[in-house]
């Protein structure tokens, strides 16, 4: 069974840090496509970050293009978001994702992954 378990959510005060990882089981994802998503109250979902299979290629939403920074360690099946200098506007559940398709490029669209976590909150207080 494929799962995806994101951690490293809490509570932080506006200007600070967190590190998201988001751990697969169940299969590699080592020559996949995978991305972060989140959802504030009262939102649709929307695209945060996302990474090609090989790291080669990384995209942002423009509101948190040079503030957050999405990686991958292959070898331990995990990516990561470091999110820094967090604003309010970041508060909601950030999820994980990941495309079943092999040597799969950025993609930045929902209905790309198909594979979802079930998401950790990030509340950024001010």
């Known amino acids: 069974q494929v799962q995806l378990v994101e951690s490293g959510g809490g509570l932080v005060q506006a200007g600070g840090s967190l590190r998201l990882s988001c751990a697969a089981s169940?299969?590699?994802?080592?020559?996949?496509?995978m991305g972060w998503f989140r959802q504030a109250p009262g939102k649709e979902r929307e695209f945060v970050a996302a990474i090609s299979w090989g790291a080669a290629s990384t995209y942002y939403t423009d509101s948190v293009k040079g503030r957050f920074t999405i990686s991958r360690d292959n070898a331990k099946n995990t990516v990561y978001l470091q999110m820094n200098s967090l604003k309010v506007e970041d508060t909601a559940v950030y999820y994980c994702?990941?495309?079943?398709?092999?040597?799969?490029?950025?993609?930045?669209?929902?209905?790309?992954?198909?594979?979802w976590g079930q998401g950790t909150q990030v509340t950024v207080s001010s």
């Open positions: 169940g299969r590699t994802f080592s020559r996949n496509a």
């Open positions: 994702a990941a495309n079943s398709l092999t040597w799969s490029g950025i993609k930045y669209r929902s209905y790309e992954y198909d594979y």
